[in-house]
């Protein structure tokens, strides 16, 4: 039997969503995939607008939702495509700034109601981040709901104006954790130049945000260990050549690998994770190495703290000498390394299941469209 929305069972026909994709961020797309598939499995109607490079990546009409094709912010064009793809929307739900400005555009005022979910915050600086606070104070106050994924944000969504902002982790679609296959293992820290020695894992875009530099002024301490760890960076981004030419010049043991499509592989072969990030919300990088059971030494920053407890040792943003003594004294320590471990299983176990990311939504939908609350 087709499970009905509590929207139909209010004597109205199905409810029709349609879900607002920004650029293709990966951690929204996921989540906008994995909320599609179980909306459309309540009985939902779902429209996901999104440039048609997600639709590839993420196959939305395969969970049984429509796919609009709406160019990137940057095109003139993509207001009025959401336009006409939310002309008989029951809601609309944005996820990320840039889409929730479109939408909140595409609506016009209309009694549609805007739910927006605050996945991440932008960064930047100077006039730069004034525009992107006045776009923060004009998406909070459109909204009829602010989701943040994280207390922080939830927090920011109401300094900026927001009418109700609450919090709603998402959960992190399609964990898979590879088992620490001690052959593949070996093999895997063979070809990354790891034999012997300790591996360090981070993931992510070679951005500023992300303290690379901080890093890299940590790795000056660890290249004096014998053995010395070696640095992975899996990402990809502007800061490339200035931190190549810093790992050369310096002489660090730091290697950059580019975008990769074999994380979980790295993530099994790696001894610790690091996520020196001047911010982050529930990152992805954090969620993957609890769930497969490697310890994180972690920036003390944005959702960090709330996501994963006192299952990772956390260093304040920056220091790149507390950084580097929490990764020596976690390297010499076997016990701790183990306890890490199994403390990051237990609170990785207490995360929300797409599930209960699906109910948590659908609740907060059903309660806008109720007849009075449209009144």
Do not use: N
């Amino acid at each position: 039997m087709t499970p009905v929305s509590s929207h139909a069972s209010h004597g109205r026909s199905t409810l029709r969503t349609v879900q607002v994709l920004g650029g293709g961020h990966a951690g929204s797309s996921a989540h906008v995939r994995s909320l599609a598939a179980g909306l459309v499995a309540r009985g939902v109607r779902v429209t996901v607008c999104a440039p048609v490079e997600a639709e590839h990546a993420y196959d939305f009409t395969g969970t049984g939702a429509d796919h609009a094709r709406v160019p990137r912010s940057g095109d003139p064009a993509s207001v009025a495509a959401l336009r006409a793809a939310c002309a008989d929307a029951d809601l609309v739900h944005a996820h990320g700034l840039h889409a929730a400005v479109r939408a909140a555009l595409a609506l016009g005022g209309r009694s549609v109601p805007l739910v927006v979910t605050w996945h991440d915050r932008a960064h930047a600086d100077g006039a730069r981040g004034r525009v992107l606070r006045l776009l923060e104070r004009r998406v909070a106050r459109a909204a009829a709901v602010v989701l943040g994924t994280t207390s922080d944000l939830v927090d920011r969504a109401r300094h900026r104006g927001a009418r109700d902002a609450r919090l709603a982790p998402v959960a992190l679609p399609g964990v898979r954790v590879r088992p620490r296959d001690e052959p593949d293992r070996a093999k895997a820290r063979a070809e990354l130049g790891a034999t012997g020695r300790p591996l360090l894992l981070t993931v992510g875009s070679l951005e500023a945000h992300r303290g690379y530099d901080v890093l890299l002024d940590a790795a000056r301490a660890w290249r004096l260990r014998d053995p010395a760890p070696l640095v992975a960076v899996a990402g990809e981004g502007a800061l490339r050549g200035e931190l190549q030419r810093r790992i050369e010049d310096e002489e660090l043991p730091v290697r950059l690998l580019g975008r990769r499509d074999d994380v979980a592989e790295l993530l099994a072969a790696a001894d610790v994770v690091l996520l020196p990030s001047r911010w982050e919300s529930r990152s992805v990088l954090a969620q993957e190495a609890l769930h497969a059971r490697v310890p994180l030494v972690a920036s003390a920053v944005g959702g960090i703290p709330e996501l994963v407890g006192d299952a990772a040792e956390l260093v304040p943003y920056g220091d790149a000498h507390a950084l580097a003594g929490a990764v020596v004294r976690l390297l010499d320590d076997p016990v701790r390394q183990e306890e890490l471990r199994g403390k990051g299983a237990q609170q990785a176990a207490g995360w929300p299941t797409e599930d209960e990311t699906v109910a948590q939504v659908l609740s907060v939908y059903d309660e806008l469209t109720k007849p009075w609350a449209l009144v």
